[in-house]
């Protein structure tokens, strides 16, 4: 392969992110915070409530998944610039933001619960009255917190937690087209950066299913499975606080539009000629991609038995659209019929039920009994929202049931 098209390939690859594209533009700088707490395998940013000078009512919320350490002006951005400004209403309630980053955001989430651990015990100890903490997180960081107050109850360590709280958290798995999967390892020869985000801890504990190579075949990962048994030796879900969760997804059983079988993404060169991607099906087998042009192939990319999970209702992420933006950036001439899909299906989110069954992926969840969900209190969106966008029905339901 010549080298200027092996330098075009690498480029691209080299800003294939997960969640977000790599190299992105940076988010305008947070206001200082009025702490800096540095915590084992992490650090928080402390943002008292309005009118006080210490922490007082304290929120305390995990950072989400992603490459390398958290990016704290990213992560005020996102809570206090979109569709609801999040922070400065929490503040002006006077309570207490402890926003928990993370050094390496795509390490095993057992290991980043260490540091929330602390984050929540560094909390206690510096509030100022006994209100009780609130404390969860967003996409992974709720599941961070999620394990970490399980295990202190185990051990019985005085948390302090009133209220748990997860953003759009993948309880029964989070989804990312095989097809794309493939295409990681396709690409791995001349970067592994997109690889190296779906093969990280976090992710394979995240993930329903998991890809080991271009040829292998989907399925629980190993690192999957012993997480879900420490989850479960730790008694899987915290007892003391009261269990609340939104989902950026629907809960009408109304999918994203997205579907089956439909072309999401095709190649017609330079680098890719012939490459495709088609959205999730049933079938059995069901093509979910071909993989061809200079690094190889063709591949035809597969799976069986999946439900259609591209088109579930459920927080989306750009993950067609990410792959696509890269590849137009080199000269590729490409089709993109589908940027997003669903990423945390709303079943997951609000933990009722698993990801296997097509019934139950698109079942009606406002028609289902309340118990059914292993949460004591959840909120759906009205659409199949972006995931963990924070919204105004989000952002005020959570608002009025903070700890008093």
Known sequence: MADSKTDKIRKAAASIGLVTPLGAPSAAQAPPADEVWQLPGGSARVYYGQGQRGV???????????????????????????????????????????????????????????????????????????????????????????????????????????????????????WVPIGLQAFAHHLAPVDDTYLRQIASPASQQMLWRYLDSVDGTPQQSPLRTEFLEQL????????????????????????????????????SGPFFDGTYFLAQSQGDPAEVAVLNGAL?????????????????????????????????????????THRSVCFVPSVSAVAVRDLDRQDDLYVDIDGLPPEESELDDFLLSRDNDPHALMTPEIGEWVLDRLPD
């Open 56 to 174: 007082v009512r304290p929120v305390v919320l995990a950072d989400g998944f992603n490459l390398g350490p958290t990016d704290f002006d990213w992560l005020w951005d996102h809570l206090e610039n979109g569709r609801f400004p999040f922070v400065s209403e929490l503040r002006r309630r006077g309570r207490t933001l402890v926003l928990v980053g993370f050094d390496e955001r795509s390490e095993s989430i057992l290991r980043n619960a260490e540091t929330m651990t602390a984050a929540i015990l560094r909390t206690g100890a510096e509030q100022l009255g006994d209100t009780r903490l609130l404390a969860g997180g967003f996409s992974m960081g709720g599941m961070v917190a999620r394990y970490a107050l399980a295990k202190m109850e185990m051990q019985r360590m005085d948390h302090r937690v009133g209220a748990y709280l997860s953003f759009d958290t993948p309880h029964r798995g989070a």
């Open 232 to 267: 479960q030796r730790v008694g899987s879900w915290p007892r003391i606080p009261r269990l609340m969760g939104v989902a950026s997804g629907r809960g009408d059983g109304v999918g994203n539009g997205v579907r089956a079988g439909e072309k999401t993404l095709s190649c």
């Open 296 to 336: 190889g192939g063709p591949h035809t990319i597969t799976t069986r038995g999946y439900p259609e999970l591209d088109g579930a209702p459920g927080g989306t992420l750009e993950s067609f659209g990410i792959v696509g933006d890269a590849l137009k950036s080199i000269g590729e001439n490409i089709d993109l």
